[in-house]
């Protein structure tokens, strides 16, 4: 199981860290990612972070904003997101992915994310 | 970037087979990681195929999905009103290092 927490309510160019937490498998053998929507659009990576310690990815769209991490001792998966702009507004899931990047085969409900002034 | 083009709506009556493709524009995705998500907004997305046609466990086998060159494709035999949903494909880019999605194909059951 997954359980996002963190969103909220952000100025643009404000800052907001989501939090995941995984329960019922052994959080440190596997990859995690980070998802959105936004309002009317579907489905987006943001970021995933793999098994080793340089392994994190982004999506042009956050790079140099965002910074994915994780805290195998908290079973926890987080996503610190910096200089927020109105587009990042969405719900954002957090999903466990497969190593080898064969899918994400277990998904959180999501946070929502609203950035407005 | 490679981009994945699906559809933006599909359709069936109960019962019906319904397929829904995912194409791809390059082929900077690697081999054998296509997955499909069914999605419902609100709640969370559920994934129905993974590494092409691999089922997991809990998934009605009335779901299936194939891959051939640079398309794929999910099938929906059987078709129900609770298949209603919004589909998803996705595949990882080497080129990007990255999950792409495709835009969503909106299933509604008449």
């Known amino acids: 199981q997954l359980v996002e927490s963190g969103g909220g309510l952000v100025k643009p160019g404000g800052s907001l860290r989501l939090s995941c937490a995984g329960s019922?498998?052994?959080?440190?053998?596997?990859?995690m990612n980070w998802v959105r929507q936004a309002p009317g659009r579907g489905l987006e990576w943001v970021s995933s972070?793999?098994?080793?310690?340089?392994?994190?990815w982004y999506a042009e769209s956050v790079k140099g904003r965002f910074i994915i991490s994780r805290e195998n001792a908290k079973n926890s998966l987080y996503l610190q997101m910096n200089s927020l702009r109105d587009d990042d507004t969405a719900v954002y899931f957090c999903?466990?992915?497969?190593?080898?990047?064969?899918?994400?085969?277990?998904w959180g409900p999501g946070t929502t994310v609203t950035v407005s002034s | 970037q490679s981009v994945l083009t699906q559809p933006p709506s599909a359709s069936g009556t109960p019962g019906q087979r319904v397929t829904i493709s995912c194409s791809e524009t390059n082929s900077n995705l690697r081999r054998d990681t296509v997955n499909w998500f069914q999605y419902v907004p609100g709640t969370a997305p559920k994934l129905l195929i993974y590494s092409n046609d691999q089922r997991p466990s809990g998934v009605p086998d009335r779901f299936s999905g194939s891959k051939s060159g640079t398309s794929a494709s999910l099938a929906i035999n059987g078709l129900q009103s609770e298949d209603e949903a919004d589909y998803y494909c996705a595949a990882w880019d080497d080129s990007v290092s990255g999950w792409v999605f495709g835009g969503g194909t909106k299933l509604t059951v008449l």
């Open positions: 972070n793999g098994l080793r310690g340089g392994d994190v």
């Open positions: 019922g498998f052994t959080f440190n053998t596997y990859p």
């Open positions: 999903a466990r992915g497969m190593v080898g990047h064969y899918g994400m085969d277990v």
